[in-house]
């Protein structure tokens, strides 16, 4: 059974604060890491994601990969009040087929 | 950009109405997803399909159905709706590879009476 894990928060930082969100996974063979944000009563965006081959900035987000350890971190830098929410993470890979398996999510709350 | 339409924002049915839930996407994906989501249980997967006319049972497929009719159209089933199937429904879709990023629609939330 692959596994996704998220601790579900809240997450709360300061306005312009570097907030820091992990996801952790059990299969080792995952390939692919996908960050989603989802507000309240909406559907999850596709924030950014990576594969197993390296890291990735985009603006103030980074992905990160410890494959050693088993998780994936999400980086937001100048945190804004308008990045809080619910942020999801979906690992996928060649033994997921074309599923991907999502944590529960981590709620981020930015604090002006 | 990755069009997913789903018919319906907001649903209110009874209970052993026989309920459907639309799905369009504009992207000529192979993969369609129906999932639903619940408070404190994250995304749980109902079906797949991967290609017209096939399908592919989720985590959670008691009390459901799916067609895939068209490529780029996906529709959920409810034989005889419950109250515990009050939820908000999302579908989504991808390319057929693995690895591939699942694009979201807005989302139906159902409410069963």
């Known amino acids: 059974q692959k596994e996704v894990e998220q601790n579900s928060g809240p997450l709360s930082v300061p306005e312009g604060a570097i907030a820091s969100l992990n996801c952790t996974y059990s299969?080792?063979?995952?390939?692919?890491f996908f960050w989603y944000r989802q507000y309240s009563g909406k559907s999850p965006e596709l924030i950014m994601f990576?594969?197993?081959?390296g890291d990735k900035e985009d603006g103030r987000f980074t992905a990160q990969l410890n494959k050693a350890s088993q998780y994936v971190s999400l980086l937001i830098r100048d945190s804004q009040p308008s990045d809080s929410a619910t942020y999801l993470c979906a690992v996928g890979g060649m033994e997921y087929g074309n599923k991907l398996v999502f944590g529960a999510g981590t709620i981020l709350r930015v604090k002006s | 950009d990755v069009k997913v339409t789903q018919s319906s924002r907001y649903l209110v049915k009874r209970t052993g109405e026989k309920v459907f839930l639309e799905c369009v996407q504009d992207m000529d994906h192979e993969n369609m997803f129906w999932y639903r989501q619940d408070p404190g249980l994250g995304l749980r997967l109902i079906y797949f399909s991967y290609d017209v006319k096939m399908k592919e049972k989720g985590d959670i497929p008691e009390g459901y159905s799916v067609s895939r009719e068209k490529k780029e159209r996906f529709s959920l089933i409810l034989e005889s709706a419950s109250t515990n199937q009050t939820s908000m429904y999302l579908c989504a879709s991808s390319r057929d590879r693995s690895n591939q990023p699942q694009h979201f629609g807005d989302g139906t939330r159902l409410s069963i009476l």
């Open positions: 299969d080792r063979g995952s390939q692919s």
């Open positions: 990576i594969y197993s081959n």
